[in-house]
Nanobody, 119 residues
Framework: QVQLVESGGGLVQAGGSLRLSCAAS????????MGWHRQAPGKQRELVAR???????TYADSVKGRFTISREHAKNTVYLQMNSLNPEDTGVYYC?????????????WGQGTQVTVSS
């Protein structure tokens, strides 16, 4: 099994910054990806940023240039540095781990951490 523990959410004013962390433990495959998704009230969950075990990154258009995803392999931890936050960034941020083996993907989700950006 896999456990994901998120931290770093909170309340911040527009223009401010936050850093989210997600530590994974358990059965983590050598080929994997970790990322952050968010869900705003009344909206579907959407991808924010993703990084593979090989270091390839993907960002939602709305966060490009403001958010940076990184990972520390030794600690199985992924970080999301969020700068220039605006109220549209408000939502619950979920960490996700994708394990890949034999062409099968196994998804694991964290409990979520609230990010609120005030105007």
């Amino acid at each position: 099994q896999v456990q994901l523990v998120e931290s770093g959410g909170g309340l911040v004013q527009a223009g401010g910054s936050l850093r989210l962390s997600c530590a994974a433990s358990g059965s983590i495959f050598s080929i994997n990806a970790m990322g952050w998704h968010r869900q705003a009230p009344g909206k579907q969950r959407e991808l924010v940023a993703r990084i593979t075990s090989g270091g390839n990154t993907t960002y939602a258009d709305s966060v490009k240039g403001r958010f940076t995803i990184s990972r520390e392999h030794a600690k199985n931890t992924v970080y999301l540095q969020m700068n220039s936050l605006n109220p549209e960034d408000t939502g619950v941020y979920y960490c996700k781990l994708e394990n890949y083996r034999d062409r099968v993907r196994y998804d694991y989700w964290g409990q979520g951490t609230q990010v609120t950006v005030s105007s």
